[in-house]
């Protein structure tokens, strides 16, 4: 199951924190709030498989996020 970790303001933090999450082996999955929004106006959420949420908390707390 996946599970959101993270609500990003913007389609640029979530593309960052995306990748930041992959290149610790996290699988990633990004998903807008709003779909009659344009990207650079809507919330994304970040959402991870439930057995790396801990992980991803970490990785997110450790980088000031």
């Not at 389609?11 to 807008?32: C, Q, S």
């Not at 929004?37 to 980088?63: K, Q, R, T």
Request: cysteine-free; glycine content about 4%; hydrophobic content about 45%.
């Amino acid at each position: 199951m996946w599970t959101v970790v993270y609500m990003a303001q913007n389609e640029e933090m979530v593309l960052v924190l995306k990748d930041l999450l992959a290149n610790e082996g996290i699988l990633v999955k990004i998903r807008p709030i709003s779909k009659n929004v344009e990207n650079n106006d809507n919330y994304f959420e970040i959402l991870v498989p439930e057995a790396e949420v801990e992980e991803a908390h970490s990785v997110i707390i450790e980088n000031g996020y």
